[in-house]
């Protein structure tokens, strides 16, 4: 295998990463209103965010990806299949973000909150300065484990047409006969880049102010 | 958009059998990913550090790297090595390796969550590894490894899609042909979601089942 196909792999490699990048962020931005719809007092409220948790978890990722990619242009919308692919993703990493967001934000201390409310912080000061600290210090882990699953899962758009890595791994092994080197090279992509971002995880955690316990 | 539900009916045959294709690989592939994961566990525990090292690494890079690459390499690449599948075998194989990795962590963290103390007092009164591995490990790991280990059923069950790709005819692969076949994309598709969906729910909630029924069994071990 020539250094010129390892270089295309490193190409496509970005898209796979700048895809999963984008769609961790639209998926946490997702996932804040979905678990604060899980925790609201309303019945209505809560029983639309468990069952949006429920179809995203429940049903594999490419089923999510070829209905996104089929039935948005059956209502009309026409969107390339890199949109599609950024949007299955977004929502799939949103329902299990949204149950870990859930359980970090119920574990902040309630005698946080008390004595939050005792020297008269607003709602809004309490949510920014107790609660979303705290529970962003207790999710963290997940959300950097989160973030490795969705690296993963992106080779996954390769079926809606996104020349990302797995795609790229595959036009290349089927004109040049050479799967085994392409597709092994492809898998120390993945791996060099999850790598990467657990170590990272693992640094950025560590320089996170603790939790109180 | 129209929706004519007629398309299900008429293609019900194709469609039952992918079903069953689905459902056949899904019972073999856990099971035989579980078995396999023990065996890996107990080799890293007892068979010396080089194993347990070699064996690490393994897991590491099967963890590391998406299992859609991995069952490239076993389909594409293995007639390069002289291991020609069919796309069933190449699938079963890919998926139970897959599994293997995950269940041989669930388990090493069930053994490690094993008090030392009950393993020493084993070996004291004379049982063999075999034993331990029976009587101590198993029985007081069980309720540890039983929440991971129906939400990693489930995991398995989700990634029977990807083996469409590599044309195993199980029901995403199925539909998938009879959208494009006949332009009922969203037919086949809605059809598609509601059958995992609804499986995968009835599997938690068995799995939720079980652990209940097992945590009052316990109560009377202990």
Redesign the interface.
Known sequence: MSIKLFELLLQAAIYTVTISVVSILIGFAIAIIVSAMLLSRQRLFALQARIFI??F????????L??IY??LP???INVPSIVAAIIGLSLCTAAYQAENLRGGFSSVPAGLVESAEMVGMTPVQIFRRIKAPIALRLTFPALVNEA?LIL?????V??VGVIEL?RM??DL?GSTFL??EI??S??LI??VI??IVALAGGLIERSLPGVPR | ?TFDINVIFSNLPEILSGAWVTIVIWIITTPAAAVLGFLVAVARRFGGVILDKAFGIVI??LR???????I??VY??GP??GLSLDPIPAGVIGLSIYGAAYFSEIFRSGFAAVPKGHIEAGICVGLTQGQIIRRILLPEMTMLVLPPSINMTIILM?????L??ITVPEL?ATL?AI?SQQYA??EA??V??LF??AL??IT?WLGHLAETKLTRFRFFNI
Request: glycine letters at 10%; a positive charge.
């Open positions: 429920s179809f978890r429940g049903v594999p990722l490419l089923v999510q070829l209905l089929n039935l059956a209502i009309g490795i993963k899962a992106s080779s996954l390769s079926v797995t791994a595959q092994a799967p085994l597709f092994a492809a898998g993945y791996l999850n790598w | 958009m590491a890079v590391g790297t998406p299992f859609l690459i991995q490239f390499l594409y690449g390069f090595v989700k990634e029977t899609a990807v469409s790709i995403t998938s959208g994309f969203v598709l809605f598609l979601a995992y969906w995968v729910e938690g």
